[in-house]
């Protein structure tokens, strides 16, 4: 106590990590704290850091297509997808039809997988130690045994090809796909009953974290965490690749903006995507699996630069690419969600309470192997 | 030299889908904001920045992808070019237009050397502050050997030296 009786206080500089079990891998934060209020924050990454982009400069087109599956670990099919097409928009391969629908298939089941995953993270990070996830993970069990089934590997599934997939999907998987998507909405039913209305969580969240929505389309912030903010804006129907503008399914779109829409907001996509994997498992035609033209070994890709983009889990995944027409990408560039997403973090902070810090950063759902590259 | 802005505006909605536009340097940032906020453009999201090292050429690319949420079309790529000898590698800095180009732009600053003038805070963000090159460069010639850091062993140099290895030039320094 000071001679004029007032509690003389100075602000304290935490560093939030790398260790630190609630920021999702190697991921530190320096934080600057005013008693219990963040009053600035400064995210450190790099320490994933494996200069991703310029081992694929050496490699052969083909040749890093498993690696994308190490970018966001959680979700390998998608980084398939999404380097497969920007490759495919600058060779003009054309898709064969049921390649597309197996395609859909398997990202939509990756959506299911990954946002399942995030919100089971994101209650653990709220204090729900792991009964959420537990049950999150239970069902991604099933998933990641359908795509071991399907693909030979768990989590690197390496499945996507130029102009099709790997495999085909047989009677078999095609049924076990088919269970997998009829059990979600009763999971979905259970896991809200025990969570959504949950008085802890919605004390938590609500009002937490709020990012504005202009905020989030000047700092190019995509995906879920961008439509809890009220952008409406998802790559599946803006620029309708692959077959999504045969499906029938809606954009939810969020008002507040706080972490609790952004929780929300995954469990709605997960509903859109149970519409979108019933459709396509109705619908999938017979036919070949890979376009008959496209070739493995000595692929060239013509000329000159292309980008190509996806509406990943976490948000927009693009490619950019510059070829020199040889066998190896000149430039290969990955614009990963999670990393760009990131951006606007410290916003989200200023004047939160530490505590709530952790449920922001888990409720923007990022992957280190993709922010760090 | 780029086209008058009104006949930027005509070449973009003729070929939305697919349109590349260089331009100089000091221009960058009054073609950003007028792509930003023409009304019929209004490329508001500014999806990707990266760079691009045309060592044939002699200068470093800069690349960004504008995407518009209002009106729902692009991409508009919009590329700027600087030298790649380093003292001369920077251009103006488009994060006060469009927020999202804050880390990506010290990506680009990181692993290729490009210096954005009025960026908030460029400072290396995946490698490590102590690091000298810029390792997206092609003619960057990886140190044979990270462990040493941050003096290299005598057998090390030696190494180097025989096969013609490089150290890093931060390992040097310390040594002095």
Redesign the interface.
């Known amino acids: 106590m000071s001679a004029t009786g007032i509690i003389q206080t100075q602000t304290l500089e935490v560093s939030l990590g790398p260790q630190h079990p609630s920021t999702h891998g190697v991921f530190r934060m320096d934080v600057v704290l005013d008693g219990e209020y963040v009053v600035k924050l400064k995210p450190v ?2 320490y994933l ?1 494996r ?1 991703h ?2 081992l694929a400069e050496k490699m052969t087109w083909l040749g890093s297509m498993p690696y994308t599956d190490r970018l966001d670990y959680f979700c390998s099919m998608t980084n398939n997808w999404a380097y497969a097409l920007a490759v495919e928009k600058m060779t003009g391969l054309k898709v064969p039809e049921r390649a597309e629908y197996i395609r859909v298939i398997m990202a939509e089941l990756t959506r299911l997988l990954n946002h399942s995953c995030a919100i089971g993270f994101l209650l653990s990070d709220c204090g729900a130690w792991f009964t959420p996830v537990l049950y999150a993970l239970r069902e991604r069990e099933w998933i990641l045994d359908f795509f071991e089934t399907v693909s030979g590997a768990r989590m690197m599934c390496n499945y996507m090809r130029f102009g099709g997939v790997r495999v085909d999907l047989d009677d078999a998987s095609l049924a076990m796909a088919r269970n997998i998507v009829a059990r979600w909405p009763a999971f979905l039913d259970e896991f809200e009953k025990l969570m959504t209305e949950n008085e802890v969580l919605l004390a938590r969240t609500q009002r937490v974290g709020i990012l504005s929505r202009n ?1 989030a ?6 995906g879920p965490v961008a439509r809890a903010s009220g ?1 409406e ?1 998802d790559i599946r129907k ?1 620029d309708k690749y692959g077959v999504y503008d045969r499906f029938d399914f809606g954009v939810p779109v969020g008002e507040a903006g706080d972490t609790f829409d952004r929780y929300m907001i995954r469990i709605l996509e997960m509903r859109e995507a149970v519409k979108i994997l019933e459709q396509a498992l109705r619908d999938i035609p017979a036919g070949p699996f890979i376009a008959p033209e496209a070739k493995l070994r000595n692929f060239k890709v013509p000329a000159g ?1 292309g ?1 190509g ?1 996806i509406e990943a889990p976490k948000g ?1 995944l ?1 490619f ?1 690419l ?1 070829s020199e027409g040889g066998a190896k990408p ?2 290969y ?1 990955v ?1 990963p969600p999670s ?2 997403n ?3 973090l410290e916003d989200m902070c200023l004047g939160q309470k530490v505590a709530d810090t952790v449920i922001i950063l888990g409720s923007v759902d990022i992957v280190l192997g993709e922010v ?2 | 030299m780029i086209p008058p802005l009104e006949q930027v505006r005509e070449m973009l909605s003729a070929g939305a889908a697919k349109s590349s536009l260089l331009v100089e340097r000091e221009e960058a940032v009054a073609v950003a904001q007028f792509l930003k906020t023409d009304p019929q453009l209004q490329l508001d999201f500014c999806s990707c920045v990266t760079a691009v090292d045309y060592i044939k050429q002699d200068c470093i690319e800069v690349v960004y992808h504008l995407y518009s949420v209002a009106l729902k079309h692009g991409p508009v790529a919009l590329k700027v070019r600087a030298p790649r000898a380093l003292e001369q590698c920077r251009m103006p800095s488009l994060t006060p237009v469009w927020r999202g180009c804050e880390y990506q732009e010290r990506e680009a600053f990181d692993l290729y050397g490009v210096k954005f003038d009025g960026h908030p805070d460029l400072r290396r963000i995946l490698m490590w502050d102590e690091f000298v090159d810029h390792p997206m460069r092609k003619d960057y010639v990886p140190p044979m050997d990270y462990e040493w850091e941050p003096t290299p062993h005598a057998e090390t140099l030696a190494r180097a030296k025989q096969t013609g290895g490089t150290v890093p030039a931060s390992a040097l320094e310390a040594k002095k």
Not at chain 1, 217 to 222: E, L, R
């Open positions: 990454m790099g850091h200069n982009e310029q905020l389309i000047n700092a190019s912030v995509s952008v804006y803006v630069d980008y983009r927009e693009g950019y510059v000149y430039r560039h614009r990393f760009i990131l951006t606007i760090d590259r």
